[in-house]
């Protein structure tokens, strides 16, 4: 079982139409660590056997109130996890699907429920350190001292990531957590003579790579130096620029924030390798090709042996096991870094954080399903049945034979909020019409880069400000 999205926005995640990965956070392979846990619960017992708590433990009882979507999807991803590991727990949900409606402030009302309904357990997403922040979780460190809870094997860049918050304070823990790493084809390097990557490498030096990879003119006989499957060119351009840190508005979303060197340089990386025909662009006159099942599977280049490289995450392991391409013969580096900051990722995200509520009536039992689901025993269940990344590093090594270090080996750089969490909501679709607009102009050479750049800068803060307009005028 897994959370699906209308469970996740249900307890409190933020729907974004498109968000590139420096800025959210990507299951890998879809799973999550506490759906699967529950079904290896009660369809393979034997994972259990040799792991199950002391007897001398004593067992979580009482009453544990719950902030989640709705009592079926609670009972659904949850019901018979509680049903076998705490028997003795009677869960009462608070419902928080029904705060998306027309005229209603999500985050308002979340807070307002944390407040007068006084929940003992919370299930975060990216909204963990704004929850953090506003003093409305616990400190957990007087409970991991308490019942000698083992953080040392715990990443140390997770637990870096869930204290950077005001506070400084450890107010969550993540079993689970998505990263990235660049993917490469060591038959491919090999076969042109291009050198591998490293480890720490610069989105230049990566580029230079893929340009490395002769341009066959028949587009069907190909190879890419790197493809972004299932990105937008925009995608890819922000994720270069925002390696850097670079935002394409500013913090308080009321300025494009595009036309600066940083950003001007990722378009010219980017788009150059479109019109070389080293990089695949896959729109058309200004247009996305739909794709089915089928074209689905096209898309990822890496996998169907015609990309040299790409930028993925857990779930490309997955998905080449699944088409059935794992003879490829391919090994993972560090994602690209800013050179001023390598040794820091912004492709880094807890995929789920539980947290116990700063005024819950029954603190000590949230803790003890908190303190589970991070702990030794779901780790072991979860290395079996998740493609996520654990944060347990005696679980973290390999998969598939293959050294997992390269998603370990970067700490999280604290993010300011993204452009997509501070736009106003009727900006984002005309801005990418702009933008997919401007790109097409240049990649066929009807206007310079810079000029298409220039171009997004202006039209695009007339869209920024005309949306705060009805933003403001709406009801």
């Given amino acids: 079982m897994k959370l699906d999205r209308e469970t996740k926005a249900g307890t409190g995640a933020v729907a974004r139409r498109r968000m590139t990965r420096a800025n959210r956070p990507r299951g890998a392979g879809g799973r999550t660590a506490i759906g699967t846990i529950a079904a290896v619960l009660l369809l393979v017992p034997v994972l259990l056997a040799g792991c199950s708590p002391k007897p001398a433990d004593e067992p979580a009882k009482g009453v544990l109130r719950v902030l989640f979507g709705d009592e079926q999807s609670f009972h659904y991803n949850f019901g018979d996890y509680f049903a076998v590991k705490f028997p003795d727990i009677e869960v009462e949900v608070i419902p928080t699907a029904d705060l998306y409606r027309p005229g209603v402030n999500y985050w308002d009302e979340y807070e307002k429920l ?226 001023a900051n390598p040794d820091y990722t912004r492709y880094f995200s807890p995929s789920i954080v539980y947290a116990v509520s700063a005024n819950a009536e029954h603190p000590e039992t949230a803790w003890e399903v908190v303190r589970y689901f991070n702990g030794t025993e779901a780790a072991k269940v979860s290395q079996k049945t998740s493609e996520a990344l654990p944060t347990r590093t005696a679980f973290a090594k390999t998969k598939d034979g293959r050294s997992l270090e390269p998603f370990y080996m970067l700490k999280p750089v604290k993010q300011d909020a993204s452009s997509y969490a501070v736009m106003p909501g009727p900006f984002y679709q005309p801005f990418e019409t702009l933008v997919i607009r401007e790109i097409d102009e240049a990649v066929k050479g009807r206007k310079t880069i810079e000029e298409a750049v220039q171009t997004i800068q202006t039209e695009g803060q007339t869209l920024l400000d005309q949306a705060w307009l009805e933003k403001k005028a709406a009801p």
């Fill in 114 to 339: 944390i407040r007068e309904r006084k929940p003992d357990l919370l299930i975060l997403y990216s909204d963990y350190e704004r929850w953090a922040d506003k003093g409305l979780l616990l400190d957990l460190e007087p409970f991991v001292k308490k019942s000698k809870f083992d953080l040392d094997n715990i990443s140390p860049a997770a637990i870096e990531h869930l204290k950077t918050n005001a506070e400084g304070k450890l107010f969550g823990l993540a079993p689970e957590f998505t990263s990235y790493a660049l993917y490469y084809n060591k038959d491919l390097f090999d076969k042109y003579g291009v050198p591998y990557p490293t480890n720490r490498m610069s989105w230049d030096d990566v580029m230079t790579l893929a340009r490395r990879f002769p341009v066959d003119p028949d587009p069907d006989k190909r190879i890419y130096g790197i493809h972004e499957k299932y990105m937008t060119p925009f995608d890819f351009v922000n994720d270069v620029a925002s390696t850097q840190g670079a935002a394409f508005l500013s913090e308080d979303g009321k300025r494009m924030t595009i036309d600066t060197d940083v950003w001007r340089k990722a378009f010219r990386q980017v788009l150059e390798g479109f019109k070389s025909g080293n990089l695949y662009y896959y729109y058309k006159d200004g247009k996305p090709i739909s794709y089915g099942p089928d074209e689905t599977k096209q898309m990822d280049l890496f996998s169907s042996n015609r990309a040299a490289m790409t930028v993925s995450s857990p779930e490309q392991m997955f998905r080449m096991k699944q088409w059935g391409e794992s003879g490829l013969n391919w090994d993972i580096v560090t994602v690209p870094v800013d050179p």
